[in-house]
């Protein structure tokens, strides 16, 4: 029978994109969107500013990032986003092990977490007005009532993988309930704090940063509603892009300290 | 003779347990107040709160505010199907577009895009096309992978069974794939749509405009409190029914075992 071998036609591309296909179809795409963008605000399709030019918002960028005051209103949101996330965390933390380590507490409280958890939570912003004022007080609220719901969930999920053998070895040692919490339960649900945390970063970022576009004076929520209300669109996508930044790395930088990535690999 | 359960160890005891602090922490909180230890001011009594839903119903049209939003987050729903299960699909088939852009999709499933909602205020000016455009946005990326993660993870046999049967691309994939990953592919669509309705209510009420996020910035800037917390409440307890229905369609759409 002859031999219908595939007709192999001597390839065009360079050696390094034949080796490193993947790297090269990420720079093929971002050049792409890149070019188009450009094009799009050259184009005069849209109205004038709508998609300012790459000059205009690398030069936002750059004078956003040169600014101290821009480092003013960063140093603000971080403030309340910390303590927010403090304030949730440990709540959550507090709450998911009270929760999780009993099957009566899970079933009578758990489905308070598990729907309030989806709600927009910005909608208790007028009632955190009301609480704490118009200052930074309501936006730390605000985060550490967005942090609280993911924490608590994913610490409740935790405290019953534990391994019971574990529980039963801090039982028989004495230890009193403080010491089961950072000797025991902690230690075994490095995890799921994490992962809860990460999760409660995201959502804690949202909720002080969407209070701040609402009502405030300072922090990056209100440098981004200024670029607005001033109709400065490269500042508005200058400080876009470092927001999403600093999201994501914060992001990525709790899923490696707490090792998550590690587990995925293994 | 048996002798009969413990009220404590009843099935329902967890339930009555859950609703009976509720019950007793809104008692409490109304006690505070009348005895002037919670300033009223600042937290109305819950009796004011209950008293209030009539008032805020019939006299705020909730029902047409609630049919805003509602309609807002279908139409975010319906362009987030298909718009996230084509991506999930075109991921799925070109394997090489998947392993590059896979990790990107994810980090936008994290990035706080709700913060583009002034940008999208100047793209498609105060109205309802920009919620809508939020929540799709808010909703694309989860829907993406989990119609990839559906597709990826349908059983070896069957896509063999459907070699053996000599199917064709698109019958392999309208026959085979595409069931198999449905139950998946609903998670996507359940958590688009509860990402959707999350930014679609919290832009109405950021921007003024719209269904009952805006109820609640009306009544919150007009100082009537105890219809804030109404409102407040009342969005809450849409989005548990929403919740919980999706959550049982969900659980009714997975294959049993």
Known sequence: MAETGRLSAPSLAPSWVREHPVTALRIFIIVTVLLAWEGLARSGWLYRDVVPSLVAIGHALYETLADPTFYVHLYATFYEI??????????????????????????????FLYYLGPCPKIIFFPVMIMWFGVGPGSKIAMGAISCFFPVALNVAGGMREIDKVLIRVGRSFRANTWQMVTKIYMPAMRHPIINGLRLGLGVCLIGTLLAETKLSNRGIGFLVIQA????????????????????????????????LDSIRRS | MTRPVPFSQRRYFPAVLGLGSFAAFVIAVEFLVYADILNRFIIPPPSDVIGAFPRVIMEEHVLARFTQTALEALAASVLVTIFGVAGGVLLYQFTLLRRATETWVAAIAAAPLVLMYPLYLVI???????????????????????????????????????????????????????????????????????????????????????????????????????????????????SIIVFALTERLERWLRPAG
Request: net charge positive.
């Open chain 2, 124 to 238: 498609f000016g105060r109205n309802a096309t920009t919620i809508v455009m939020m929540g799709f946005t808010a909703g694309l990326a989860p829907i993406i992978l989990k119609t990839l993660e559906g597709l990826s993870g349908t059983r070896r046999v069957l896509i063999n069974v459907g070699r053996s049967f000599n199917l064709t691309r698109s019958q392999q994939f309208w026959k085979i794939l595409f069931p198999a990953a449905l139950p998946t592919i609903f998670v996507g669509m359940r958590l688009g749509l509860i990402f959707a309705l999350i930014n679609i209510v919290g832009v109405e009420y950021l921007i003024n405009f719209g269904g009952l996020g805006q109820l609640i910035n009306e009544l919150a800037e007009r100082y009537d409190l105890a219809g804030t917390y109404a409102a407040i409440c009342f969005v809450i307890l849409v």
């Open chain 1, 82 to 111: 910390a303590i927010g996330m403090a304030i949730g965390g440990v709540a959550g933390l507090a709450v998911g092990i009270l929760i999780g380590g009993s099957k009566l507490m899970q079933r009578a409280y758990e489905p």
């Open chain 1, 228 to 259: 607005y209300t001033l109709f400065n669109m490269p500042q508005m996508y200058s400080l876009l892009i470092v927001l999403f930044v600093i999201a994501i790395g914060a992001n990525a930088l709790i899923g490696r300290l707490g090792g």
